[in-house]
Every structure is written in C-alpha cells, then in structure tokens.
C-alpha cells in the first residue's frame, strides 16, 4: 500500500530503504515545515523487546537541542505503523565526501571537530551517549554546518544484529575496543569514535581495514594504528598526537571530557595560526541533495552493506515535499528518535482512534499570573527587607567562590609539578581542570595540558612510554630507540610488577611496529646511500673533495640512524682514506 500521509506529514519522495524501514522526505500540512519520516519495518517493530529498548530511550532523546544535533520533531504511531519525524538536511555526509575520494586539510578537521565536541558535551551532559559515532553520521549542509544524527542506534537495536553483513563493519571501524569487547559503554567510547573519523579525514581512510567484522573487532582491541602522519603528512604534529590520545585503548588516557578536548583543539589552532585569525568555517561539498538527517551512503540497517544504497525515487510532487535530488540511502536513525506507542492522547491526535503522534516541543516552565496586586503581595517591606540581606549573602559569597586569577593557578601548577614528583603530580590534577575550564583562551593552556597527562601517569615506565609513543609520530626511528631502552632498563622478566611488565609487553609490540613501518623506507635509503658511497670511492682518486663532501653528508644526515651504522663506518672510513691520501699533483 502506498503511503500518503502520517500523523500531520504529507509524505513525498522515498529517500532511502533499508532492513529497518523506509525514509520520505515529507511536509507538516499544518506548519509547512519540510522533515523526513522514517518508517519502521513491520518486523522489526514486532521483534520482542523492541518497543521497551526506545521507551527507555525517547525521554532522554527529547533533551537534545543543540544546532549540531539533528533535531527528532515527533513521533507516532498510525494503522500499526510506527514512525517518527526528524530534521531534513540537505547536503551531504562526510562518508559520501570521503567515497568521492575527498581529503580533508587540517584545519577543516579541527573546525568540524571542535563543533562535534560541543554536540557531544550537550548530549553527555544530558546522559546521552552515541555508541555509534562515523563519517556516516555526520551531515554536511550547504552553509558550512555539521550535524550529527542517529543517536544511540547500537543501544536500541542491541548487539544481536553484529554479523559481517551490511553496515555493520563501517560501524565496527570506528568502534571503541571496551564497546567492541562487550565492556561498559561510557561517554568515552564517543572519544574513540571521534578519533577514528578525524583520522579518516586526514588519511582518506579508517585507523583499521579489515576482511571481516572478527578481525576488525580484534584490530580495535589490541593493535595500533599507523600514526596519521604516514597517510597525511601536513597534519600538525599536535594534532597528530591529540589523534592518537583520542585512540588509546585504555578510556582512562583519552581526555576527561569533550569540553577539554575542544578547547585543547581550539588551543592548537591558534597556536599554528600565526598570520591568520581563527576560522570555524570549513569548506563543504557542492549541495544539492538532501541527507534528510541521514548520510547518502549510511546503511538503513545491519542488512545493508556500506557500498550499497538504494536509488532515489522520482519525486511525487506532493506539496511542500523537498524539491531537487536526495541521497541514494539516508540515516535511518536521527538523534536515537525511534519512539514508543505512546498510551495516552497526543496533543495532535487523529481522529483514527488507531493513530497517535506526539510532538516534541522545547520545554517551556511556568504558568502565567494575571493579579492585579502581585507586586504589592510578593514586595512587602519584610520581603525587601529580606531579598536585600540574601543579595548580600550571595554577593559575599560569590566574592569567596572566585577563582584564584591564572597567574596564580599557573604558578601552583608549575611549583608542584616541578621536580616530577607522582603524588604531587596526582594532588595537582584539580587545579589543572580549574585552570582549562575557567581560563581556556589563555596562551599557558597547551603547557598545562602537558602536565596534566603526566599528572595521569602512575608509573616512570607509564610516562616514559607515553613520552616515546608521542616521538613515534615524529621521529621514528628515535622511537624505537626509547622503546628499546625501555626494554633493556625495565625488562626483570616475572620478578617485575605487573604495571612493569605490561609496558615492556607494549614497547616489544611498539618496537615490531615500527620495525615493520620502516623497512621499506630503510630498504629505499639504504639503496641511495651505497649509490652514493659508490660515487664517493670513483671520485677519492681525482677529486678527493668531492669525496668527501658525499661522506661527511652520509655521516651528518645518517649518523644517528641505527639501522646506517655499517654504512656510516664505510663513510668514516673514507674520509680517513682522503685524509692521509697525499694531495694530487697539480
């Protein structure tokens, strides 16, 4: 049967399909405003359970305001048909700019991710978590704005439905490893999440690839991603590390909040920002087609495979239907909005005694007063008397509850920070948080960042390790050289504590790591250093300075080089030929 109408919506197009239902865009007849409507599958809605997983979940999603959340208007239910109605957004996801062969320049990433740190600070602060937080969730509209949709959808589908079809691996790509190991799902998995997209952004691809959902549950539980910087090469070294904080296995080393971590991205930028103020546009894909609160290419459910998307319907020119191209598959899911068959009358119920919806207005307090004395009642000469004495009270009050200035914050931190001590590291941590929450745009912020992930750390092999993961995505090499110290220093098999032992198990896999990145790198500058020792010994004999230029470059460049220590010798060993060679005839 064809739908035409649901609750107070005209339905239009269908803008996508999928194994959980269908999407149309679709007008309010009564409003005139455009939105999408999911429509859910029969059988799904009648799986068991289903209806008490988004009973739990409505009365949190309706919290949700902020302009970069897709808003749920409402929700209802008609002739057996749930459905529910939700933002429509026209333009793209940036997992459609990323199909397209997209990347993202550095600043375009810290612009769209400082805005998703404040969608996620609202909803967290509100109880509500993602759980599935991707590229295909993420819309881009044709002003510059991002919007983040489908709230919750892991929690109110449930686990049951991970298999290795459709859409699912894309959502386990950017999984975190707790909620990939069944663990507790906290507002820190969202972290996780949000750092696997801005790594996709930058590198054109995922942290993780994968054959199959097993292998890439097992990648985001125990292996370490390449550092960014191999796929994406311009990005800021600060930004690369904040990256790879955000993807630590351990939610404890990922930052306390979004709030911090925004601020911390909006810190880095300035910093890099010399000559230029600071912008929060970023550059969009052309518009032209409507994401509905849903990505041109999310999955409509675990059915559907993320290469897969369903071909936009022509238009039924209904009346206030959206006009112009759509998305071949849109989200299903905005803002988690898949609601329950509400019991009680709607204020916009149908007059089918079998159709209900329910519209999610702002919420509005206070009941309107209209006596004529209500001053004169509430303003007695006691009542003043008193309103006086308790604004003195908060006055003083407020007065005592400053916050010390940053100067002095600053000068506290740095004193017991000074001589690395871990439980003055540790008494210190309030005052950091005090000092990035009440003081963000000052320039000291980036130094008492540093200091408090020390003030993280638990043990000298935990900061040292911290401190040489960091150097990986700069220096290599040099990395590898901490990380084998680390070894040779701390490494007294099972007679070392267990914190020990973990972290000389992680620098052996480090050391594997990076050993495997750098081989083909090593094997290319090796080959051009013999070449150019080659050139070096022809030219000994007739021109022994340009010899020796060509060695001392091999020896200055290559020297600190563990891997060139042959190599260096062969050079040094050359020069001390030249050296005692008796000068050429002229």
């Not at 793209?92 to 375009?108: K, N, P």
């Not at 991710?113 to 600070?121: D, N």
Request: charged letters at 25%.
């Amino acid at each position: 049967m064809q739908l035409e109408q649901l609750g107070p919506y005209r339905l239009g197009a269908k803008i996508g399909q999928g194994g959980m239902g269908s999407v149309y865009a679709a007008v309010d007849t009564e409003t005139g405003e455009a939105a999408a409507i999911k429509v859910l599958s029969p059988t799904l809605a009648a799986e068991e359970g289903f209806r008490v997983r988004f009973e739990a979940e409505i009365e949190s999603l309706k919290k949700l305001r902020h302009p970069n959340i897709v808003r749920l208007y409402g929700y209802g239910e008609q002739s057996g048909t749930l459905f529910y109605a939700m933002e429509l957004v026209p333009g793209t996801s940036l997992e459609d700019e990323l199909r397209a062969g997209r990347r993202f320049e550095w600043r375009e990433v810290t612009g769209i991710a400082v805005k998703l740190c404040r969608a996620l600070k609202h909803a967290h602060d509100h109880g509500v978590i993602h759980r599935d937080l991707k590229p295909a969730n993420l819309l881009l509209t044709p002003d510059g704005e991002i919007k983040l949709s489908d709230f919750g959808i892991a929690r109110l589908f449930g686990n049951t439905r991970l298999t290795s079809d459709g859409g699912v691996l894309g959502t386990a790509e950017y999984m975190a490893p707790e909620q990939a190991s069944g663990g507790a799902v906290t507002d820190r998995c969202d972290q996780y999440s949000l750092g696997g997209v801005l790594y996709a952004l930058l590198a054109g691809r995922p942290p993780f690839r994968a054959k199959s959902l097993v292998e890439m549950l097992q990648l985001q539980r125990y292996a370490e991603p390449d550092p960014v910087n191999r796929y994406a090469p311009q990005t800021p070294a600060e930004l690369a590390r904040i990256i790879h904080q955000l993807l630590e296995k351990d939610p404890q080393k990922r930052f306390a909040n979004t709030l911090i971590l925004g601020r911390s991205l909006e810190a880095m930028e300035r910093g890099l920002s010399i000559s230029e103020s600071r912008s929060d546009d970023f550059v969009v894909s052309e518009p032209g087609s409507v994401a509905a609160s849903w990505s041109g290419n999310q999955p409509l459910g675990p059915t559907l495979s993320p290469t897969q998307s369903a071909e936009p319907e022509p238009s039924t020119g209904a009346k206030g239907s959206h006009a112009g191209p759509v998305t071949a598959a849109t989200q299903v899911h905005s803002q988690e909005a898949i609601a329950p068959v509400v019991p009680a009358a709607s204020p916009r119920e149908a007059t089918d005694t079998e159709a209900r919806f329910t519209k999610v207005e702002a919420q509005r307090g206070g009941a309107s007063h209209d006596s004529s004395d209500t001053w004169a009642n509430v303003f007695s000469a006691q009542t003043i008397v008193l309103v006086i004495a308790l604004a003195m009270l908060v006055a003083a009050a407020s007065y005592l509850m400053q916050p010390p200035s940053a100067d002095k914050l600053f000068a506290e931190i740095e004193a017991a920070t000074a001589d690395g001590d871990v439980q003055s590291l540790k008494a210190v941590q309030p005052r950091i948080e005090l000092f990035l929450n009440t003081y963000p745009d000052d320039p000291r912020v980036e130094q008492v960042l540093v200091l408090g992930e020390e003030a993280r750390q638990t043990h000298p092999i935990q900061r040292a390790f911290t401190a040489a993961k960091r150097l990986s995505l700069i220096d290599p090499d040099a990395a590898a050289i901490r990380f084998q110290a680390l070894v040779d220093l701390y490494d007294d098999g099972d007679a070392s504590p267990e914190t020990v032992r973990h972290f000389v198990k992680l620098s052996r896999q480090k050391l594997r790591q990076l050993e495997k990145q750098n081989a083909d790198r090593v094997a290319d500058d090796r080959r051009i250093i013999e070449g150019r020792l080659t050139r070096a010994a022809e030219l000994s004999a007739d021109n022994p300075a340009a010899a020796g230029r060509i060695y001392r470059g091999i020896v200055s460049v290559y020297g600190e080089k563990t891997w060139a220590n042959d190599l260096i010798a062969q050079a040094e060993a050359g020069l001390k030929q030249i050296a005692v060679r008796p000068p050429v005839d002229e």
